[in-house]
Structure formats: C-alpha cells, structure tokens
C-alpha cells in the first residue's frame, strides 16, 4: 500500500508556481523558446527547458490550464509551444476563453483539429462553440453521422444556455428490469462517463421517467425492480434554460447531476455540477467586471494593445458623463467667481452621493441576481433606501454643514452644504434602486455599467443641487 | 408509471413567487399572522393565510429558505410563524447568514434547541458556529459524548476553513476486502450520507490509503479486492485549509467530494460538492460587496436601523477622503478666483481617474483571487496597466484638451487638460497595481474597501495635478 497522495495539491502548486517562475524571471528562456533554437551559451537557460518540460509532463491538464492564464502572451505561447499535441485539446478544455484567442491563433488549422479529435464529443462542442465558422465545418467533417447532428443542434443554443452546457454522455434503463440486471449491464459496458452518480430511467421512446442513484443499486436487493426505487420526480432542465438559473437549483437541491429534457418530455443530454461550479465563477467574475464597465474578454496578461481596445467604449462613456457634469458647473461660474469656496466643497456633495449610489446598486444588483425582488417589495425596497439616506444624509449632512460653517465662518453656507447632501444622498438612493430596476424591466442585463450610471447622476445632480441652492441664497 | 416531476421546478418557482406575493401586496395577511389572532372582517385575508400555510406545507426547505431571504423583517417573522417547528432546522441551514438573526432572535431558546435536533450532526455544527455562546452549550449537553467531541473539535476551526465546512459522515472500507463484501455491507447499512460518491479505504488507525468510487464497485467483479481498483492518489486536504481555495480545487479537478486529513494522514471527514458551491458563490457576493464598502451582514431586507449602522463606517471614510480633496482643491482657491473655468474642467480630469482606477482594481483583485499574480509577473502587470494608461491618456487627454481649448479658446487650458488627464491615468493604473498588492503583502484581503481607497487617491490626485499644473502654467 503506497502511502496516500504521491502527486499532492502542495506539490503540484509549487510545480504550476515554478513554471511561472522559470518563465518570468528568465526572459530568455520564454523566448528561446519561441525562438525554437537553443540558447548556445547558457547553459542554466537550456536547463530550466529541460526543468519545465518535465513539470509539464507531470502536471494534469487542468494544472497547465492554469498556469497558462497566469502568464503574458510571449511567455504563455512558448509554454504552450511545450504542450504535446495530444495533451493541447484537454488543456484547452480547461482553459478560460480569455486566454484561447492566443493559443488558438498560435496553431495551424491541422494541429487544432488533432488537437480536438481526442477529446469526447462533449468537450469538441464546448470548444466548437468559439471556433471560427469554417474551422468547425471542418471538425463536423472528421465527425460520424451523429455525433455530426448533436453538434449541430447543440451549436444553436445560445452561449449561456443550458443547452450549451449540457452533456450527451448518458445511461439510460428501463424501469422493469432487475437491478442485477443494470449491474450486468454497467459491468459489460466497463465505464461511466464522469460525474456519474445516477442512471436515467426511460421508456422505450427516450421519454424520462424517472432517476436511479447509484446508492440506489448498491442499497437493494439485487431482484427490486428499477421503478420500484426510481425517483420518479427528479428535478429536470430545459435546453433553453439559463445557466445562471440552473445553478441557483443546483445549489438549492444538492444536485450532482441532472436531466435536461426536450418539451416532449424526452430525455436529451444531462447537467453535472462541474459545468455548474463554472457557471458560478464565471458569472461572479462577468458581475464584477460588468458593474465598472470592464470588458468580459480582457485578461489580466492581454497585451496592451487589446486593453485599449476592450477599455476605450467605457472611457468614452465616462468622459461624456463627465463632461455633461462639466457643464453643469460651467452654468454656475458666475456663482463660483462671487463665492470661490463653493469649488471646494462641491466634490464633497458629489462623492458622498457616488459613494451611496454605489453601495444601494450593489445591492440592489445582487437581489436582483438572487431573485429576491419581486413585484410586491419594490416600494419597501424603495422606501429603505430613501430612508437611510435620509438619516445619513442629516448626520453626515450636519457634521459637514458645521464643520463648513466653522471653516468659511458663513452658517448659510454650512446650511447650503447640509441640504445639498441630504438631497443628493436621496437622488442616490431612489435612482440606484431605480436604474437596475428599469433595465432589468427592459431585458437588459443590471449589472452592465451601472456603476458608471450612478456615478454620473450623482456627480451631475450634487453639482447641480449644491451649486444651484447656492446661487439661491447665498448669493 | 408517473410523469416526469410531478412538482416541477417552475412551480416551485411560481409557488414561491405566490407566497411572495400574498405577504407583500397583502399587509394585513402579513400583520395578522403576527398578531396571532385571525382578522375577522376579511375573509379573503383568512383564504389567504390557508393558501400560505398549504403552500409552506407543499415546499421544500431550500425553497422556503429562499422566501424568508426575499422578505422584509416583518413579514418574514410572519412566515416563519407558519414553518412547523420540526421543518425549522432544516429551513435555517438552507437560509443565509444575513435572515438567521431574525429568525433565532423570534425563538426561544427552547424552540430553537428542538428545531436543531431533528437535523444531522453536520448540520448541527454548521448552525452551531453562529449561535450565541451559551446556546451552544445547552446544544452540546443534549448530544452524545463522542459527538460532543467532535463538535468541540470543529468550533474552534477558522470560519472560513476546510474544517468549519467538512462532514463527518463517510462510509470507510479496509483495502483487502472484496468489492462483493463492500456491497454486502452498504445493503445492511442501508443508506450512505447525501452526496457520497465515494468511500474511504482506510488501515486500521484510520490512515487513508486511497479512494472507492462507487462506480468502481459497480463495474469491477465482485470478487475483486478493494486495494486493486482504489485510487491511491486522491486529492485531500487539510481542516486549516482556506475554503475558497479548496473550491478551485474542486472546479480544478471536477470533484464531488474529497477526503479531509489531518497532518498524520488519518481521515477526519470529507467535504462535499454542494458545500463547495455555497462556498463560491459566498465568495462573490462578498468580493462584490467588500469592494464597494458594504458589509457582508446587511442583507437588502434589513431594516433601516440596521442598514445605516452597517454603512456607517464607510460612509464616514468616504466624507474624511472627499474632505481631503475638498482641502486640496482650497490650498488653490486663489488660482481658481481668477480662472473660474478650472472649477469646471477639475471634476473631468478626477472622475476619469477614478473610472480607470477602478477598471484596473478589479482586474487585479479577481486575478488575485485566481491565484493568477505571482513575485515574478508584478512587473509585468505594472508595465502593462501604464501602458494602457498612458496611451488612453494621450487620445482621450488629447480629445479633451482640444475641446477644451475650443471652448474657452485658450491653447494653454487646453494643454494643461490633456497634461493632468495623463498624469492622474498613470496614477490611477499605478495605484490600481499597488493597493491590492501591497493589501496582500500585508495579509489583508484586498478587496476590502480598494474601490473607496482608489477614488479618494485619484480625486485628490486628480485636483492636485490639474489645479498645480495650472497654477504652474496659467496664472
């Protein structure tokens, strides 16, 4: 008995940080690499190859996947230049989409292709979804007859589907056999696809009648019949489902696997809870991103370059906001002139209600994500807001009111100052539960730049509401 | 043979939904239930109530769970009122932290002691973790000994530890068994814990020596000895292990569950996938909310008490930073006396730092949560997010400073602008580096408050740069 855990998650952590280690911090191995020449006179250089070539042999695809997206475009292209053919498809299976522009562009239409065919058809789809067209006419041709219509039918699902997720690689039985009977049958079949902790009970037109657990065979008797210890109401998908939302189930319901059934009530393919575990970073990583206007495509090592390119739309967007803002105050540089004070104190009216807008958005985003709003508590959400910042805005309102009046020695202007607060505390607070809501009623997602919309309103309106009240009595 | 899903996850959905809607839309269901007297005049309030109760009767845990979450507090204690006091245990290790201080503040001691003890032991300690000291305590007192002492063992883990989620019910099997004997022996144990897809071969101390997938059991011949067909290299971990990193591990290696072992080897339990999911998607909604300042028990229900004395403390942050600024922008007051114009332009040049600022903490923070950045890419990244910087300063700096020399028609303004806009960008993307970095370093998480802090640093940096260069140049 060999002693547990001969490739531990320790040593396998310090394998992926070596890799990176080498490659970052001895240039000239990234790009002798890439050079595809030895580097003559350093000998360390040729050493360190020679040290991460068997790293790389070593490392599971899922571990090289990682390292790969942790590195710079130079240096994650002469590392993939060390991945064997055969090993390139599962370790792009792995990888996040943000890096497979890269790797993808790096091989010729040939090597992809070999890349792929090992793969199960499952992940030859996930992957076929983000190749160019012609390459996948090209992958569908190396495919028999009807793993070729599965492709096909499967690429029509939209990106976030669960159609697009989902996992043909199923067993089914019949509901009247044995469960000797299925036990023969698993044994004669030799394998199960991965993640497999149930069967699925069906008639003989693909129609789903129930879920037999695994346990369920270990626990019974050999001659109990499969209906009689099915579950013949398990929890089942739709292609059309949104992934988000069977994840929330999934999380709900403890699943390891589910079915994904047609509107006829046939069995199509199954869900399985690593898909789902994706689902869930992926969409915690897109929320964050989308709040502050962050392209979902950019990775932290995409060159320049396509940083630019992915950042400029957002920019854009803010300097028009700014600008709008801009010229509210322009309206009041006559004010200004008379009483310099006010350009002082107006970014404190502003960023206070920046500061509010974003806490209630953030909130307001997750409930939303969460399915917790519904119709009927909108207006006590609402009112909540505007509560709180009714009380915050006459604290703070007052603490900076007086500290202004102390400060100038002008109470109207602390007054001025306490009032503008208040009032652009609750601005805040009525449009960040106002705009998530109104895009999520016009189908848009909430999330998408909302960050940028409150700030701008906030900024503009704390301007506006200082500097006009202001121009009303203090002038 | 039944149709597929007699209680189907849409009208589980739309029962929730319904409950939603009679307490919200419906005020004096809600009251009424809290007054503990029927309201006698309106019948329909009394059909309403019927129509709950049949419901709650009718929906699983996870389910309510989900509606106490989607409530305010008083029609939340409303609900909770119709939960029985046997399905009470299991609804609140379903629900989230944020709704549990309503819920146990509602009961008395003893009610919550019979609501806890229906459920498993892992359950048990999970809620432990949360109850007051000396609740914890009368719990320990009703259990048995040797659970006692694991209960002990656990509480004192780190909440966010491998340890604090694990579970203690795994099924061990000793490796010179045959597969015909394992089976034998799970039929007369006659269930197997939720979730398990494996069991443990362990020695007769409890060192584990490898792994059973109960698919092995089922496709290998009886008569095969365990040790042939275990896997002896599983993945496993340590009770002080993070939890979110565990989770990556998961995703990483598509697991279901894993063994938990101490630093002798021995087995001391096994974490399982749907913990996993908990923990990931914890894990978003708290990077979402610390990067903005909000705290992580406010839930969007809370009442306003409650709301304003969580948010407090950022809010007064928040006003100390904008005082800052504010002060910054006074030291120039003079400047700004004789070219009022700069009052309007400053908000431009500080807001697109911070939008900038803001884009390149979040990258840096989720690649940090990735593990993504390591000692030897700093350097990069840096390089990179100037990069970014410089050349969107240089177009849209430039853009603005045209405008702004069309504007007031003065090329010097103009040139100023597009000076502080380049400058406060390089600021932003250096200190958008830096802060998560240097958070890290020093062990803190950096999510906490990094948005707050990057406004603050480019506002005020912002003023300073565009206000100083002006004086400089202007004047």
Redesign the interface.
């Known amino acids: ?9 320790k040593e396998r952590d310090q394998d992926r ?1 070596r890799i ?2 080498i ?3 001895n240039k000239a191995v990234a790009s002798g690499i890439l050079a595809k020449e030895p580097i003559a006179e350093t000998q360390s250089a040729e050493q360190d190859i020679a040290e991460i070539v068997t790293l790389v042999g070593r490392l ?1 695809a ?2 090289l996947a ?1 390292v790969l ?4 475009t130079e240096e994650r292209l002469a590392l993939w230049s060390l991945i064997t053919e055969e090993r390139r498809g599962s370790v792009l299976v ?1 990888a996040s989409e943000t890096v497979w522009d890269d790797l993808i562009a790096d091989m010729s239409d040939k090597a992809l292709l070999n890349a792929l065919r090992p793969l199960d058809i499952d992940d030859q789809i996930y992957l076929a979804q983000y190749l160019p067209r012609d390459l996948v006419g090209r992958l569908l041709a190396t495919m028999p007859q009807n793993e070729r219509t599965q492709v096909r039918q499967i690429l029509h699902y939209d990106k976030h589907s669960v159609g697009a997720i989902m996992d043909f690689e199923v067993i089914t039985v019949r ?1 009247d056999v044995t469960l000797a009977v299925v ?1 023969r049958y ?2 004669i ?4 696809p ?4 149930k069967l699925f009970v069906t ?1 003989r037109d693909k ?4 879920e037999l657990d ?2 369920a ?5 050999p001659q109990t019949p499969v ?1 009689k210890v099915m579950d ?6 739709a292609p059309e489902d949104h992934d988000e939302k069977a ?1 929330r ?6 699943l ?1 696997s589910a079915a994904v ?1 047609d509107s006829a ?1 046939k069995l199509m393919g199954r869900l399985t ?2 898909e ?3 689902v ?2 992926e ?3 897109s ?3 989308r ?4 392209s979902a495509e ?1 990775d ?2 995409a ?2 370059s396509k ?2 390119r992915t ?2 739309a ?3 967007i ?2 028009c ?3 709008v ?3 509210v ?2 309206l009041f ?1 006559h004010t ?2 008379q009483l ?9 009216v ?3 209600g ?3 807008g ?2 209630t958005i ?3 985003v ?2 939303l994500a ?8 909108i207006s ?2 609402m009112m ?1 807001e505007l ?2 910042a009714l ?2 805005g006459l ?2 309102g007052g ?2 009111g007086t ?1 202004t009046w102390l400060l100038y020695n002008d109470a109207a202007m602390g007054g001025v100052m306490t009032l503008a607060m208040v009032l652009n505390l609750l601005v805040a607070a009525l449009m960040g539960v106002v705009i998530p809501m109104t895009m999520t009623r016009l189908g848009k997602d909430p999330a998408v730049g909302s ?2 919309m409150i ?1 701008a309103i906030t ?1 503009t309106g704390g ?1 506006f509401i200082f500097l006009g009240l202001a121009t009303l009595f203090l002038l």
């Open positions: 008995m060999t002693a547990i855990q001969k490739y531990s998650t940080a990176l280690q490659l970052l911090m599971p899922p571990d990682d997206e942790a590195l710079p792995e509901p036990q698993l044994r079949r030799g394998k199960v991965q993640n497999t902790d008639s129609t789903l009648l129930g695994l346990t065979i270990l626990l019974h008797s209906f013949d109401n398990p929890t089942c998908f994840a189930t999934f999380e709900r319901d403890d390891i059934i009530g809870v690593d789902i575990v994706d869930v970073y969409e915690t990583d929320d964050l991103r709040m502050g206007g962050l950019e932290v090592f060159p320049v940083a630019v950042r400029w957002w920019l854009a803010n300097l906001t700014a600008f803002a801009s010229r105050i322009g540089e200004i002139s310099v004070a006010l350009a002082s104190l107006m970014p404190i502003a960023g206070i920046g500061n509010t974003n806490q953030t909130m307001i997750r409930a969460l399915q917790h709003i519904q119709a009927g508590n006590f959400l909540r509560g709180v009380i915050n604290v703070w603490v900076m500290i960050s940028v700030t900024d301007f």
